[in-house]
C-alpha cells in the first residue's frame, strides 16, 4: 500500500507549505524586531513571547519540510543501544537483590534515630 506522501504532489505540497511557515515566521520576526524597537529591553510582554514562540516553530518546521520534505517520514535503522527490551514473560521468576551498604531507608532511619 503506497502512503500518501510518497506521491510527487505531496512532496511538492508540503515543500510548499514549508515555504509557506518560512514566509509567516519572517513576517512574525518583523513585527516583534519592530515590537522590541518601542518598549525597553526588559519590559516583554506575553504577546511578544507568544510571537516569539510562534516565530521560532514556524520556522524550525518550515525549513524542515522545505529541505527535507517527504523525507520526514522515511524509515531510519535504530543502533541497537536504543531498541526497546523485549518485555519479561508474565510467568517468569525473578528476584531483586538489595546492597545493604547502599540503603537509602537504613541511612534515613540511622539519621533519625541520633
Avoid: Y
Wanted: charged share 20%; no cysteine.
Amino acid at each position: 500500500m503506497k502512503k500518501w506522501h510518497e506521491n510527487r504532489a505531496a512532496d511538492i505540497g508540503l515543500r510548499a507549505g514549508g515555504a509557506a511557515l518560512l514566509g509567516i515566521g519572517w513576517l512574525l520576526a518583523l513585527r516583534l524586531h519592530h515590537m522590541a524597537q518601542t518598549i525597553g529591553p526588559r519590559d516583554a510582554n506575553s504577546l511578544m513571547i507568544l510571537l516569539s514562540a510562534v516565530t521560532f516553530l514556524s520556522a524550525s518546521a518550515g525549513s524542515a519540510l522545505l529541505f527535507v520534505g517527504a523525507g520526514l517520514w522515511e524509515s531510519v535503522e535504530v543502533s541497537a543501544r536504543w531498541k526497546r527490551v523485549p518485555t519479561l514473560a508474565s510467568n517468569a521468576s525473578f528476584s531483586v537483590e538489595r546492597d545493604p551498604g547502599n540503603d537509602v531507608e537504613q541511612a534515613m532511619h540511622s539519621r533519625s534515630a541520633a
